[in-house]
C-alpha cells in the first residue's frame, strides 16, 4: 500500500519522477555499483543486498504521508528506464534540502538539472517550504553546478568535515529562499 499525494508523478519534458517500484531493483542497481556515479557519494558501490534494502526502505516510507522524505526515482520517459533518484529530506518541515544521484552514462544531458527544477518546484508550490539547501563533495562540479543553476547560493565551504573511501573531503553548501524561486521562464 502507497499514500501517494495527488501531486504524484511529476513530469516534465523528459523525465517522470515518482515513487520506486519493485521492478526497478536492476535500474536501481546499476547506477549503485557504477564506481564513476558514487565516486563522491556517501556510499557505495552498493552490493545486491543494499540495494534491495534501500528499495525497500523507499517501499516503506512510501506508506506515509506526510513524509519526512521523500525519494523518487528518475524515470526516462522515452524509454522507461531509471536513471537516478531525487530526495527531500525533512520535508515536513519548513526547510528541507533536496539530494540526487543519477547513473554517469546521463551525466552532462541536463536530465539533473531538469529534475531539481521539478523538485523545487514542488517544495516551494505544494509543500510550501520557505527554503531549500542542498550540499555535494567540493570536487564535484556537476552537482554543484545544478544547485547553481537552480538559483542557489554557496553559503558555505566547510572543510574536510566528511571522511569518506578516499580521505577527508571538503563540502560546498548551497540554498535558496521560496521568495526568491523563479520558475524558468518567469521575470
Sequence with gaps: MTATPPWLPIRTERLILRDVRETDFDDVHAYATDPETVRYMLWGPNTLETTREVIERWLARQAEWPRQQIDLVVELQATGRVIGVISIHDATTDQASIGYCYHSA??????????????????????????????????????????????????????????????????????????????????
Design 106 to 187: 546521463y551525466w552532462r544531458q541536463g536530465y539533473g538539472t531538469e529534475a531539481a527544477r521539478a523538485i523545487t518546484a514542488l517544495a516551494f508550490g505544494e509543500l510550501g517550504l520557505r527554503r531549500l539547501s542542498a550540499n555535494c563533495d567540493a570536487r564535484n562540479r556537476g552537482s554543484y553546478r545544478v544547485m547553481e543553476k537552480l538559483g542557489m547560493r554557496r553559503e558555505g565551504h566547510f572543510r574536510q568535515d566528511v571522511k569518506v573511501r578516499d580521505g577527508w573531503r571538503d563540502s560546498y553548501h548551497y540554498a535558496i529562499l521560496a521568495e526568491e524561486w523563479i520558475l524558468p521562464g518567469q521575470n
